[in-house]
């Protein structure tokens, strides 16, 4: 039996301590941090294994979002 492939963006960003925080919007509280981003790579596949697991339990498809870009916005306060 063949394992199904699944695709899911993942946001990457850096906080101001330096810190990479990766979260996968299609996965409802799916994120994690590392200081590196080996590290972070590592992490956000255990972080996403564990969604699927509890995701499974559910019932409904897994989302499948598509990437579309990514805009970063400037706003005076």
């Given at each position: 039996?063949?394992?199904?492939?699944?695709?899911?963006?993942?946001?990457?960003?850096?906080?101001?301590?330096?810190?990479?925080?990766?979260?996968?919007?299609?996965?409802?509280?799916?994120?994690?941090?590392?200081?590196?981003?080996?590290?972070?790579?590592?992490?956000?596949?255990?972080?996403?294994?564990l969604?699927?697991?509890?995701?499974?339990?559910?019932?409904?498809?897994?989302?499948?979002?598509?990437?579309?870009?990514?805009?970063?916005?400037?706003?005076?306060?």
């Amino acid at each position: 039996m063949s394992k199904k492939i699944l695709h899911f963006p993942v946001v990457i960003e850096q906080d101001e301590d330096n810190w990479y925080v990766a979260t996968v919007p299609s996965l409802r509280g799916c994120h994690t941090q590392a200081r590196t981003l080996a590290e972070l790579d590592e992490r956000i596949r255990e972080a996403v294994a564990l969604c699927l697991e509890i995701e499974s339990g559910k019932e409904g498809e897994i989302p499948q979002n598509k990437f579309n870009s990514v805009h970063e916005l400037e706003i005076a306060v």
